[in-house]
């Protein structure tokens, strides 16, 4: 399985960007990158996911590298309901699983 | 929006007893999945059902654990003779399709062990 790298927590004040690295060198061309969160106490949470181009939904921003090895998730403007644990996951097309790594925790101030 | 429910929210047994866990995905989802979390640990994937059978496991899922759709709303995560180590939240989920389609996840149920 192909592994992600992320920052193990980032800080953000709210209403400001908050912009989440996630680094997967290993990617193979039919590996889609895809986003989840878990907030306190909840299931994980589905955000973003893509392959090539950059995507958008009502929750986030999706920012792909031009040759895959790296993507950024972007929340706009950071509410304190966005403090979560935030994972990157490589999903291939032929497994049903995710594998969850450690994630980013992030923590959002008034 | 439709949601993923799991019941109960909070189950305690006792070292050996057989523990049912159960779940109603969301209804014209083909794709149903277990995962466990222990306490500060990473979330890990158990199972994946379609079809009423098995897709895929990983190796927590031993001969100590099985699935089942009873019905067409239901779908339960048997555990035979629980051990202390599997005290854990347990998290359903379930897709519309696999590969690509998102997983919606319900909000657990804790597993105690005592």
């Known amino acids: 399985d192909a592994k992600t790298t992320q920052p193990n927590s980032m800080e953000s004040n709210e209403e400001e960007p908050v912009h989440l690295p996630c680094n997967h060198s290993t990617i193979s061309g039919t590996d889609y990158i895809h986003w989840y969160r878990q907030l306190p106490s909840q299931g994980p949470e589905y955000v973003i996911h893509g392959l090539t181009s950059n995507v958008n939904n009502r929750m986030a921003s999706l920012a792909i590298a031009e040759d895959r090895k790296s993507s950024t998730l972007i929340l706009h403007r950071a509410t304190l309901r966005d403090a979560a644990v935030y994972y990157c996951?490589?999903?291939?097309?032929?497994?049903?699983?995710?594998?969850f790594g450690t994630g980013t925790r992030l923590q959002v101030f008034p | 929006e439709p949601e993923v429910t799991q019941t109960p929210s909070h189950q305690v047994t006792q070292m050996g007893q057989e523990v049912i866990l159960r779940c109603v995905p969301i209804s014209n989802h083909l794709y149903f999945y277990w995962y466990r979390q222990i306490l500060g640990q990473k979330v890990e994937f158990l199972v994946s059902?379609?079809?009423?059978?098995?897709?895929?496991k990983s190796e927590i899922f031993d001969d100590q654990f099985s699935v089942e759709r009873p019905d067409g709303s239901n779908f339960t995560l048997k555990i035979r003779s629980t051990k202390l180590e599997d005290s854990a939240m347990y998290f359903c989920?379930?897709?519309?399709?696999?590969?690509?389609?998102?997983?919606?996840f319900g909000n657990g149920t804790r597993l105690t062990v005592t």
């Open positions: 059902f379609y079809n009423n059978e098995i897709s895929e």
């Open positions: 989920a379930s897709s519309e399709d696999r590969g690509n389609s998102p997983l919606h």
């Open positions: 996951i490589l999903r291939g097309h032929n497994t049903d699983k995710l594998i």
